[in-house]
C-alpha cells in the first residue's frame, strides 16, 4: 500500500487583510524526499510554513501533515516534527548542557549523542551561556536541538541564520546523511539557493501570480534552459514572450538571455516570430541559481 504524503496542500487560500498570499495552492512532500521551496521574497514561504506548524488556518483548501489537519496537530504529531523557524532560542539565559537537559524532557526519541556532535564544534565549555553567543554559535545550537528531537518531518525555515561558509557546509552534508540514513523528509527554504543544488531532491518554485512548479531537481534542471544572444540582437524595445519562452532579459552590456522549457530550434524559432535575430544564439550552462533568477525574474 502506498503511504501517504508527508505533507499534502490542495487548493490552498490565504490573505493577509485583503492581500492575497495563496491563491489555489497544491503540491505534496512525500515521505523519504528532501523538498526545496523556492520563492522571492514576499511569495508568502513563511506563510506556508506557519500553516503547515498550525500557527494559521488558511481561508480555504485543505492542509495535512504526518495526515493531520495542521490546525490541529495531535501533540504526538508535534513530537515528530522538528521546526526551524526564524532561528531564536527563548531560553538564551540557559547555558548549552541545561538548555539541552531542559529540551529533552519533550521528546521520546531524543538523541542527545546528535546534539553534542553538533554542539562541540563550536569549542565552547558546556556552561557557555547562549545569551553570550555570537549569532552563528546560537543558531548551531538551535539546529543541534532539532536535529537531536530525531523527527521523522524536518521543517526548516532559512537554516542559514547566521552561519558561515564552512559550518552551513557541514550542517548540509550532515543534514543529508540524516535523511538518507533515517528515511526522514525534509521541508526546506533559503536564501542561499547554491546550497538547494547540494541537498534536495525536489524543488517547488513559486512565482507571484503564475502557477507554482513542482518538479524534481533533476528534471528541472535538464529541461529549463538558457541562451544567449549577442548585442544589437533585438532591435528597439524588448518584446514581452510568449508562451513558447519562459524569460527574456537584456543584460548590462547588450546581451540577450533567454530562459524557455524548448530546444534551441524551437527557441529560434519563436525568436525569429519576434523579429529578434536569433543567427547568434548559443546555449549557456547555469548553476540552480542562475535557474531561479532565469525562471523568477531578477527583479
Not at 160 to 166: C, E, I, K, R, V
Amino acid at each position: 500500500m502506498r503511504s501517504q504524503p508527508a505533507i499534502a496542500v490542495d487548493g490552498l487560500v490565504h490573505h493577509y487583510g485583503t492581500r492575497k498570499i495563496h491563491d489555489g495552492l497544491s503540491f505534496s512532500v512525500e515521505p523519504g524526499r528532501i523538498l526545496g521551496l523556492l520563492g522571492k521574497n514576499g511569495v508568502g514561504k513563511t506563510t506556508l510554513i506557519k500553516i503547515l506548524m498550525g500557527f494559521l488556518t488558511p481561508d480555504a483548501g485543505r492542509c495535512r501533515v504526518l495526515g493531520e489537519p495542521s490546525h490541529a496537530l495531535s501533540a504526538e504529531a508535534k513530537r515528530r516534527i522538528g521546526l526551524v523557524f526564524e532561528g531564536h532560542l527563548a531560553y538564551d539565559f540557559m547555558s548549552i548542557e541545561e538548555i539541552e537537559r531542559f529540551t529533552s524532557k519533550w521528546y521520546p526519541k531524543w538523541r542527545r549523542d546528535v546534539f553534542y556532535d553538533l554542539v562541540d564544534r563550536l569549542h565552547l565549555p558546556v556552561t557557555h551561556r547562549i545569551r553570550n553567543m555570537s549569532e552563528g554559535q546560537r543558531s548551531q545550537v538551535v539546529l543541534g536541538l532539532v536535529m537531536a528531537q530525531d523527527p521523522d518531518l524536518l521543517i526548516l525555515d532559512d537554516y542559514t541564520m547566521g552561519l558561515d561558509a564552512g559550518y552551513r557546509r557541514l550542517f548540509l552534508d550532515y543534514l543529508v546523511h540524516y535523511a538518507r540514513e533515517g528515511e526522514k523528509t525534509v521541508f526546506v527554504t533559503s536564501h542561499v539557493v547554491q546550497d538547494m543544488e547540494r541537498l534536495v531532491d525536489d524543488v517547488i518554485l513559486i512565482r507571484r501570480g503564475a502557477r507554482v512548479l513542482q518538479t524534481s531537481l533533476d528534471a528541472f534542471m535538464s529541461s529549463f534552459r538558457r541562451y544567449d544572444l549577442p548585442p544589437g540582437a533585438a532591435k528597439g524595445e524588448l518584446p514581452s514572450p510568449d508562451g513558447a519562452l519562459h524569460r527574456m532579459e537584456m543584460e548590462a552590456d547588450g546581451r540577450l538571455e533567454v530562459f524557455a522549457f524548448k530546444e534551441q530550434a524551437e527557441v529560434e524559432a519563436e525568436l525569429r516570430k519576434l523579429g529578434i535575430d536569433a543567427s547568434g544564439i548559443a546555449p549557456r550552462e547555469m548553476t540552480l541559481e542562475d535557474a531561479f533568477v532565469g525562471y523568477t525574474g531578477k527583479y
